[in-house]
């Protein structure tokens, strides 16, 4: 316990650092002179903090501070520092109420305490500060410059919403609120981040997320103490169940379709500023091999491409460590024709099926990553290297056998298969030590690996829910969602999170019907 | 016991993660250090003691790039195989042997193929059997044959089509033109209550005239080996041996020509749809007896007569030379079993399940009753499709006889 005493104590320290404790809890004063000067004093040295003196109907000192290139300048200049500059009133006290009568912005608020004007500033907002008033008022003006919303690249559909996420949480929350308008849709809002202070959102359906839930996920992002949140994925490891784990306990996506499904089901999601993935909690496994496109299509071609799906999973998890596995010991179960093309095509071979599996399977995975991490105008030249590394060349140099080639192949393809990148990567990771198993004790070692693997993952839970449900344990009612996409008539009841309120989430026997027959 | 520490926890694992490489991958064995066996003959050997086994290897030709399987594959004619023998006491023993005159480690696990060579068969090879059971590597799936000469030399043909000439066994052994039977049905007929066996008898075909290399050529199944106990006491040829896969209920393919009694000239051709034995033992006041009961059905493939079929007179004869042809053939391989006494219809075994109490007594006797087993034949046919056109094809109307 004393490490995390240590802790707290250096964390504090650093806050101190941050913002001077004693100003910040300091209220403003009725001095202009003085306020300027606290604010400088904590805006020293930063070059983007503009503070612009002027006088105020010819009369009264003013200034505004704002941070240049987060504030919509036009604005600002348009429609607050021309009516205060010009207009001559005779008025000596500026009251809010007064500001409002004459300034044409919607948003203008009223504080009092040095820190919610530094909070103001840094969120783009510009402060106003008289003389003689110990009241700033905030201008909400601000406006940077941000990505249009585009095609999300890492999750493309054929049939579908082709909205993604930006890195605004604004507009992420508006293209929420665009598609569930319902005032039940509740945002909350938390600061993270000593340095970044990133807002972070967290929306869920009041009456359809269980309390509980919403409960638990605010306090455990509230508990987040960190010196900056530049992505979903910092938060998703502080708030997981199991942090050793290979796989996600949270779904992390671009598509506000799936977001707003995801509400819709009773789930939470997390918005965090500055990216464009939002988190979802609680998840299942099956979650995670759940594509938006099951639930557009018709309902028959989702559900075999669901099985389509698992079959594939299995094939990128156990398909090289099989291939190893069955050659190296069990060489009566391949079929005899299969195995004398084997034999001919191994002779040539100087490795052990294992090293020769691995070597291969290392050198796809490489190219993968130069595939992600080359930029655009060299993808095309590495994918053409790659075909020829794992293909023809590896063969005709003596280094890969061509059946391996294929199931290497078909094993990378298999991977992809899988509709989120973080659980295909997962999957792809766990295939090696598996791999080495099946070298060490062949078929018996790759089943160690995957009841090992079972294992684990009926030990995991996303927010208390079983990652493995509703297979283990079972909840028979929601497998019309797992192991089939059941026809949206047929999907009459919610999954579980969202048990507390009704489980029903449309009226039954709505299969279209129409009369036969009799109408002429 | 106090809870382990985490520190401890991690050395436990990481000691648990060293077991696991002690197995020491002790029975792995790469691709290409297996001699790849496709098939086995036992031969009698010259000196007349033990035996003589024969490995058919696969050559694993490295080509290496993707032409090395279209070169190998399904052309034929070119030598992938070869054949190696060595001589020992026992099977096992003769397999040590070899296995000295080899470099890589001999792997029965894709041998498919064991044929037994005539000499060896006609004294019995009882005991080597007991290996292809006993043993983990061989399959008991495999098929066994007996040759006609030596089983050696049917190893060393090579054929026109499939890979090798054991191939060409299995591949005719599949086709159940003649009997098929595996390593264990034939443990299991030697263990049976008759005592007796049947193996499919191979020999082989005669090369072709423009054929000048003899060993371009395949062995074929033609007919069937008998077996008392485990010593060869005859063989019959594939027309006999076809009533009696009538007999055991394993006919599967099968043509019949018959010609009709109202038909001038002219023959029907029909091909066996599906066919279902049944044999039901009696014994009456002593007098064993056995009714061969037979339920077939038919299709015309072929009609060379002036009749029409659509005329169900007609029909009916040709169902009662069906009938007939399908009797003779049982008629036939019955007699040809008598001949030397061996029960391979499962006689025995009939009788002992309907009547164990007297199967108990009588059973040492069997060898004397067989032969005198009243035998009856109930045989049901059916015609089940006329084919593609009813009426007279390649005959002008008036020929057609309609009535």
């Known amino acids: 316990m004393s490490i995390f005493r240590r802790n707290r104590k250096w964390l504090d320290q650093s806050r101190q650092q941050n913002i001077p404790q004693k100003q910040a809890k300091e209220g403003l004063s009725f001095d202009l002179n003085s306020n300027v000067q ?48 010009s207009e001559n009133h005779h008025e000596q006290v500026i009251s809010i109420d007064t500001m409002r009568e004459k300034i044409p912005v919607s948003q203008i608020v009223e504080v009092d305490k040095v820190i919610e004007a530094v ?67 509740k945002m909350k ?103 938006p496109e099951d639930y557009y299509g018709r309902y028959m071609i989702g559900s075999s491409i669901r099985w389509l799906r698992f079959l594939f999973l299995v094939i990128a998890l156990l398909g090289p460590s099989a291939y190893v596995a069955v050659l190296s010991y069990h060489q009566e179960m391949i079929p005899t024709t299969l195995l004398l093309t084997i034999a001919q095509s191994r002779e040539r071979i100087p490795f052990p099926a294992l090293i020769e599996a691995l ?97 684990h993952l009926c030990t995991l839970r996303s927010f208390g829910v079983p990652y493995l449900s509703p297979i283990a344990p079972l909840k028979t009612r929601e497998l019309k969602d797992v192991l089939y996409r059941a026809p949206w008539w047929k999907m009459d009841t919610r999954p579980d999170p969202a048990n507390k309120g009704s489980i029903f989430r449309q009226s039954p026997g709505q299969k279209p019907n129409p009369i036969k027959g009799d109408e002429q | 016991m106090i809870a382990p520490s985490r520190f401890r926890k991690k050395i436990l694992f990481s000691l648990w993660l060293a077991v696991l490489p002690l197995a020491g991958c002790w029975d792995r064995i790469e ?23 024969s490995i058919q290897v696969f050559i694993p030709r490295g080509g290496g790039g993707e032409m090395s399987g279209m070169k190998t594959e399904g052309s034929g004619g070119d030598e992938n195989t070869f054949v190696r023998s060595a001589v020992g006491v026992t099977l096992a023993d003769a397999m040590a042997k070899l296995q000295e005159k080899l470099p890589r480690r001999i792997f029965w696990g894709h041998n498919e193929v064991l044929i037994i060579g005539e000499e060896l068969a006609k004294e019995g090879f009882r005991e080597h059997i007991d290996f292809w059971m006993r043993y983990t590597e061989p399959r008991e799936r495999a098929d066994v044959f007996v040759s006609k ?46 005592g007796t066996a049947a193996l499919p008898w191979v020999e082989k075909l005669p090369s072709s005239n423009e054929e000048k290399d003899e060993k371009k050529s395949i062995g074929y199944i033609y007919g069937t080996a008998l077996f008392k106990k485990d010593r060869m006491v005859g063989w019959i040829n594939d027309r006999v041996t076809r009533g009696m896969l009538w007999l055991r209920n394993e006919i599967e393919t099968a043509l019949i020509t018959v010609k009709p009694k109202e038909a001038e000239e002219g023959l029907v051709s029909l091909n066996l749809v599906k066919s279902n034995s049944q044999l039901i033992p009696q014994i009456q006041n002593g007098k064993w007896s056995m009714t061969v009961k037979i ?47 061996v029960d391979i219809f499962g006689f025995a075994e009939t009788f002992h399940r309907k009547y164990p109490q007297v199967w108990k007594k009588e059973k040492d006797r069997w060898d004397q009753i067989f032969p005198e087993v009243e035998v009856k034949y109930e045989t049901k046919v059916k015609v089940a499709r006329l084919g593609l056109s009813t009426i007279g094809t390649t005959k002008p109307e008036e020929e057609v006889k309609q009535k």
């Open chain 1, 38 to 85: 606290t604010l400088q004093s904590i805006y020293r040295d930063c070059s983007d903090v503009v503070f612009h003196h002027f006088n105020m109907m010819g009369n009264t000192r003013a200034v505004l501070v704002y941070i240049d290139g987060l504030t919509n300048i036009e604005e600002v200049n348009q429609h607050v520092l021309a009516p205060l500059i």
């Open chain 1, 119 to 185: 909070e103001a500033i840094a969120n783009g907002n510009p402060v106003l500060l008289m003389d003689g008033q110990r009241q700033a008022i905030i201008f909400g003006l601000g406006k940077w410059e941000q990505r249009n919303i585009e095609e999300p690249t890492a999750e493309s559909v054929i049939r579908g919403s082709r909205e993604g996420f930006i890195e605004s949480l604004r507009v992420n929350t508006s293209l929420l609120r665009r598609r569930i308008k319902s005032p039940a849709l």
């Open chain 1, 189 to 291: 809002s938390l600061g993270i981040g000593h340095y970044t202070r990133t807002e972070v959102a967290i929306a869920y359906i009041e009456g359809l997320a269980n309390p509980d839930l919403v409960e638990e996920v605010t306090q455990r992002v509230q508990r987040i103490e960190i010196d900056g949140v530049l992505e979903t994925g910092y938060i998703e490891e502080m708030i997981e169940d199991n942090p050793y784990s290979p796989f996600p306990q949270l779904l992390a996506t671009e598509r506000p379709d799936v977001a707003a499904a995801s509400l819709l089901e009773g789930r939470v999601v997390i918005l965090v500023d500055g990216t464009s993935f939002v988190l979802v909690a609680p998840i299942t496994f099956f979650v995670l091999l759940q594509a």
């Open chain 1, 359 to 455: 070597i291969l399977e290392i050198t796809f995975e490489a190219l993968r990553e130069a595939g992600v991490r080359l930029p655009k105008q060299v993808g095309a030249a590495i994918s053409i290297v790659g075909a020829l590394v794992i293909g023809q060349a590896a063969t005709a140099a003596g280094l890969a056998s061509s059946p391996l080639v294929m199931v290497v192949a078909i094993t990378g393809i298999a991977s992809f298969l899988l509709p989120r990148y973080t659980t295909g990567i997962a999957i792809r990771m766990l295939r090696f030590p598996i791999m080495i198993l099946s070298g060490i004790l062949g078929l018996l070692g790759m089943m160690l690996g995957v009841i090992a693997l079972v294992i």
């Open chain 2, 31 to 53: 691709v290409n250090d297996l001699i790849l066996i496709t098939a086995a003959a036992l031969d009698k050997p010259e000196e007349d003691k033990g035996v003589e086994l």
């Open chain 2, 149 to 194: 000469g030596k089983a050696k030399e049917i190893l060393m043909l090579i054929p026109k089509i499939e890979r090798n000439s054991s191939e060409v066994l299995r591949e005719l052994a599949e086709m159940r033109t003649g009997i098929k039977v595996t390593v264990k049905d034939l443990a299991q007929m030697l263990t049976g209550e008759s």
């Open chain 2, 295 to 341: 339920d077939t059905e038919v299709d015309v493939i072929q009609n060379t007569t002036n009749l029409e079929f659509t005329n169900p007179k007609f029909l009916q004869e040709v169902e009662k030379a069906v009938a007939k042809d399908i009797e003779d053939r049982e008629r036939m391989a019955l007699a040809q079993a008598r001949e030397w006494n």
